[in-house]
């Protein structure tokens, strides 16, 4: 007994040791999926005449001043000026919510508002109204670095997105991590397995052929691995995101990024 | 309208300017089905054209294979001051059309 544990001992120190090297090669070598793509497809989202998630900026930018809901009330009406009110907000999301007691996301804090405050018909979840409300919200804080809340309340939900990140899933039975932390830069099929840093979302993919939320991104890799897929909007997709964003703390949003 | 269309706003006579042209549209092949397994009707723009003082100056067509948010980048030759219009037709032939100034001194 005595000689199997020391016999495992070295092994235990080797996994540790490449968990641990794995995480520093990430710190000190974080790429986002901008640095990856060819010089075509990062000309495409540097030119906004020829991004074409600026479409739905541009809607985003027209639902904001249009007052909705019984309400009678715009996103503008309360917020002024998105360029002033909501610059760096998207960087700083998910959030703690204390009325549902666990964190949204930007999407679903736009729906809520929405609901609550304007009273109008909820957005469905990657309907194309709140996809372009919550592209233009984010296009606020391009350029700023991502700045996850240091809420300790959000701690046990990060906690248990990170678990999630690193819990092999599906019959491929494969984790996040087992591509995105000790495969990067490699290929899969014919693309290049990139770090997972949710840096421009929403984003424009052009397998979609249109703008998507990282719920679409997340949900499209577990159904990759033949996992049943979360739901749009549950609590572990916002896990999820809230463990990424973390991890990509500092790093510049995109929004509208372009992502092949 | 969603267009988005980059035309300099000067040049000089005789030089050669790029315009490019972006149109916000699904391009729906025909080919795809939908829920249910029911093909989805092909709804795509089949001609874009793009004129300027009245007089065509580019054309082309569009088939399936053209991505969504079709983008077209050409070339011509500035001759003077004056309006550069874009037309997208549809399949349904309905058209949408953008327009921009550029000044040739």
Redesign the interface.
């Known amino acids: 007994m005595a000689g199997r544990s020391l016999a495992l001992a070295p092994l235990l120190a080797a996994v540790l040791a490449t968990t641990v090297a794995v995480a520093d090669t990430l710190e000190a070598d974080r790429r986002s999926g901008y640095d990856l793509m060819s010089p075509e497809l990062r000309a495409m989202q540097d030119?906004?005449?020829?991004n074409?998630g600026?479409?739905w900026v541009?809607?985003g930018e027209r639902l904001w001043q249009e007052p909705a809901g019984a309400a009678g009330i715009a996103c503008a009406g309360c917020h002024g000026d998105a360029q002033e009110s909501m610059r760096g907000v998207a960087a700083r999301y998910p959030a703690f919510d204390p009325a549902l007691g666990r964190p949204q996301d930007l999407a679903g804090r736009i729906s809520q508002c929405r609901t609550e405050r304007q009273e109008a018909e909820p957005l469905a979840r990657e309907s194309d109204a709140l996809l372009a409300l919550s592209a233009f919200v984010a296009h606020q804080s391009r350029g700023l670095p991502i700045d996850p809340p240091g809420d300790p309340r959000l701690q046990p939900f990060r906690a248990k997105g990170a678990a999630l990140y690193q819990t092999p899933i599906g019959q491929l039975d494969l984790a996040c991590a087992s591509c995105h932390d000790r495969n990067w830069g490699r290929r899969l099929g014919g693309s290049t397995i990139p770090q997972a840093h949710p840096t421009g979302y929403p984003l424009y993919r052009?397998e979609w052929?249109?703008l998507g939320s990282l719920q679409r991104r997340l949900r499209n890799c577990m159904i990759g691995v033949r996992a049943t897929p979360f739901d749009f909007g549950a609590p572990e997709l916002i896990e999820l995101e809230l463990y990424l964003m973390s991890r990509a703390a500092g790093m510049a949003v995109e929004t509208p990024a372009i992502r092949p | 309208m969603r267009t988005l269309i980059n035309v300099p706003k000067t040049a000089k006579k005789g030089e050669i300017v790029e315009i490019r042209a972006m149109v916000a549209h699904p391009m729906e092949t025909g080919y795809r089905t939908g829920e249910n397994g029911v093909p989805i009707p092909r709804q795509i723009i089949h001609r874009f054209t793009c004129s300027f003082a009245g007089r065509e100056i580019f054309a082309a067509d569009l088939f399936p294979a053209m991505s969504a948010n079709p983008f077209l980048a050409f070339t011509t030759v500035a001759t003077g001051s004056g309006t550069f219009t874009f037309t997208w037709t549809d399949d349904d032939g309905t058209t949408q059309s953008a327009a921009a100034e550029i000044t040739v001194t």
């Open positions: 030119d906004d005449l020829s074409p600026m479409f541009l809607d052009l052929q249109a």
